[in-house]
């Protein structure tokens, strides 16, 4: 199986911080990455596609970017709403496996 | 608009077995992959396995073989997972997952609200 790794596990910053979550893989996965966001409580909601596809009706401050095993989610300017878990998921090859998540709070 | 409507928690005792549902709606059900993740308290997602309503074709993570059987009614337009053997392993959160396009490898797009399952004597 496909090993993604997040980091770091745990992340706090300010209001209008830019912010940068790391996800990498045990194997080239072709930009079939995908990330989800996480409110407590709720269940995942998906924010980017493919690597850079930003999803239906989510905000322009998220992008994401990567190749081969490095990938990255950005936040251009952190809000109070964006505090949640963030998780990536490979989509390259069975079984479909998920990192450990960056659990994103408020300074 | 696209709602995956889950069924309600379960208390279970352990070697029992447990069925859940995921009743789709505001979209051809027979056109998109639904996939099972499973959620452990407080820790990370898992993959379980995904079922493609028109043919009944699944795919499955090898851990949840044995585990997990995906099954669809396509008269109601619900998909279910049946868990077997519960041990307090299987005491989770259980999401279903629709796709975002009509292909295996697609992003899980939309999220049922998931099932609790708690496996307790």
């Known amino acids: 199986d496909i090993q993604m790794t997040q980091s770091p596990s745990f992340l706090s910053a300010s209001v209008g911080e830019r912010v940068t979550l790391s996800c990498k893989a045990s194997q080239n996965i072709n930009k079939y990455l995908d990330w989800y966001q996480q409110k407590l409580g709720e269940a995942p909601k998906l924010l980017i596609y493919n690597t850079n596809n930003l999803h239906t009706g989510i905000p322009s401050r998220f992008s994401g970017s990567g190749s081969g095993t490095d990938y990255t989610l950005t936040i251009s300017s952190l809000q109070p709403e964006d505090v949640a878990t963030y998780f990536c998921l490979q989509r390259n090859s069975w079984p479909r496996t998920f990192g450990g998540g960056t659990k994103l709070e408020l300074k | 608009q696209v709602k995956l409507l889950q069924s309600g928690a379960a208390l279970v005792k352990p070697g029992a077995s447990v069925k859940m549902s995921c009743k789709a709606s505001g979209y051809t059900f027979t056109d998109y992959w639904v996939s099972w993740v499973k959620q452990s308290h407080g820790k990370s997602l898992e993959w379980i396995g995904e079922?493609?309503?028109?043919?009944?074709?699944?795919n499955f993570n090898e851990k949840f073989k044995g585990k997990a059987t995906l099954t669809v009614d396509k008269s109601t337009s619900t998909a279910y997972m049946e868990l077997s053997r519960l041990t307090s392993e299987d005491s989770a959160i259980y999401y279903c997952?629709?796709?975002?396009?009509?292909?295996?490898?697609?992003?899980?797009?939309?999220w049922g609200q998931g099932t609790l399952v708690t496996v307790s004597s």
């Open positions: 997952t629709r796709s975002r396009g009509g292909y295996s490898r697609a992003p899980f797009a939309y």
């Open positions: 079922i493609y309503p028109n043919s009944g074709a699944t």
